[in-house]
């Protein structure tokens, strides 16, 4: 693997230091192996390429920390119902929503889904994302399932974005188990959760615990059960009713707790006190005209770390792009530019356990970088609606330029 060096005007760490204005970044062996002001030592550059971004922002590789990224289909057929203010989960009852792309995904076979994967893992990487967690739950069978999962496990041998498996059966009741929520539960647990962790398919386990959906005692047990199999643990909470999802997810030890827009007060409490990273997804908010955000201030005024993503889906945030998502955390949640992109970096691979490899550009980290065509962090979210890429480099390998795929 070749070294690489990079210089910039404007280099954002995303680690307890300052930016560095007008400096460079030494990449050896696909780990960052230096920092600096002003140009690098001389010896670099006898076994380095180099690559002048001054005038342009690096930043660590973006993670995009809650995806579902493998699924069949689409749902623009349901554009028009939530204009028409129906709501998420009278779509679900009509049987569209989840269920609907649970029809597609299982009509797909596994090459198919790996296509369709690729085509959007290709979006992610050209707007600047270098890692990504993905979301089982279009499945909600055990056949499907595992193909979903086999599909990200695959995609993330050859592509350039790294990928985190989460095991999401538990996303909606399937039609098959309709009336009978325990009997689906106790099919997860007995036959698809130890098959997944037997054949290390999934890092991670999470649950859909919403009303209509996943009770909290329900999830708790999923999550107990998960635990005892090697499982890390996520959930999505609180985010239509407040259900208490978040003292959950503190009580479990959680990894992350997702969506939030319901919390309560005991719960910003719990997080912030068992270390429970927040991943709130602004995208989502917009896209189903919810008419409110996540509270990312009150949050981080409270202790708990906070990282967003896309929520990439088919129903409600279909956009690979962080940077669309950056939009609507600045100007729906109010969060400046500083605090947006540390959220999509080392808060991020907080919430998929990778702090200590990713999301930051220290020494000993991995080489994954995002070079934008902006002189500094703010014109990037100034200049919003289109994408600001230049170069992308992954495990200090060039990856795109020009904002283009190499």
């Known amino acids: 693997m070749g070294n690489l060096i990079v210089r910039s005007d404007c280099i954002v760490t995303c680690n307890e230091?300052?930016?560095?204005l007008d400096g460079y970044v030494f990449i050896e062996d696909g780990k960052i192996k230096d920092i600096g002001k002003g140009d690098a030592p001389k010896e670099y550059y006898d076994h380095a390429d180099f690559i002048d971004a001054r005038g342009k922002t690096i930043t660590p590789g973006l993670i995009d920390a809650h995806t579902h990224l493998i699924h069949g289909g689409s749902r623009e057929?349901?554009?028009?119902?939530?204009?028409?203010?129906v709501s998420y989960l009278e779509i679900l009852k009509m049987g569209g929503g989840i269920l609907s792309t649970v029809a597609s995904t299982r009509k797909a076979s596994k090459d198919e889904?790996?296509?369709?994967?690729?085509?959007?893992?290709?979006?992610?990487?050209?707007?600047?994302?270098?890692?990504?967690?993905?979301?089982?739950?279009?499945?909600?069978?055990?056949?499907?399932?595992?193909?979903?999962?086999?599909a990200a496990s695959e995609l993330n041998q050859v592509h350039a974005v790294d990928i985190v498996n989460t095991y999401l059966g538990a996303h909606?009741?399937?039609?098959?188990?309709?009336?009978?929520?325990?009997?689906?539960m106790t099919f997860m647990i007995n036959e698809v959760m130890p098959y997944i962790a037997e054949n290390k398919l999934a890092e991670f386990m999470d649950v859909f615990c919403e009303e209509g959906?996943?009770?909290?005692?329900?999830?708790?047990?999923?999550?107990?059960?998960?635990?005892?199999?090697?499982?890390?643990?996520?959930?999505?909470?609180?985010?239509?009713v407040p259900l208490k999802g978040a003292e959950l997810a503190s009580e479990m030890q959680a990894v992350s707790a997702d969506h939030l827009l319901a919390i309560s007060e005991e719960g910003i409490d719990a997080m912030s006190k068992a270390k429970v990273t927040a991943v709130l997804l602004p995208g989502t908010s917009f896209y189903l005209m919810l008419g409110a955000y996540a509270n990312a201030r009150k949050l981080i005024k409270r202790g708990v770390r906070v990282a967003i993503a896309t929520d990439y889906n088919p129903g409600s945030c279909p956009t690979e792009n962080l940077q669309e998502i950056m939009t609507h955390a600045c100007f729906g949640m109010r969060l400046l530019p500083e605090e947006i992109i540390r959220c999509m970096t080392i808060h991020a691979a907080y919430a998929i356990d990778r702090s200590r490899e990713l999301g930051s550009i220290e020494i000993g980290k991995s080489g994954d970088l995002?070079?934008?065509?902006?002189?500094?962090?703010?014109?990037?979210?100034?200049?919003?609606?289109?994408?600001?890429?230049?170069?992308?480099?992954?495990?200090?390998?060039l990856v795109v330029e020009n904002g283009n795929l190499i």
Do not use: W
């Open 370 to 397: 995002a070079i934008f065509k902006a002189p500094n962090l703010d014109y990037i979210i100034y200049h919003f609606g289109i994408n600001h890429v230049d170069k992308v480099i992954k495990n200090g390998k």
């Open 172 to 184: 909606a009741i399937p039609e098959a188990y309709k009336g009978n929520t325990e009997g689906y």
């Open 17 to 20: 230091n300052s930016d560095i």
């Open 213 to 240: 959906v996943f009770s909290p005692e329900q999830s708790k047990i999923l999550m107990k059960a998960a635990k005892k199999l090697g499982y890390k643990l996520k959930i999505h909470a609180d985010e239509i």
């Open 77 to 85: 057929n349901e554009l028009a119902l939530k204009l028409n203010g």
């Open 113 to 150: 889904l790996k296509a369709q994967g690729k085509v959007r893992l290709d979006q992610m990487l050209v707007h600047g994302t270098t890692t990504i967690e993905a979301k089982s739950g279009y499945g909600l069978d055990f056949e499907t399932e595992v193909k979903c999962l086999e």
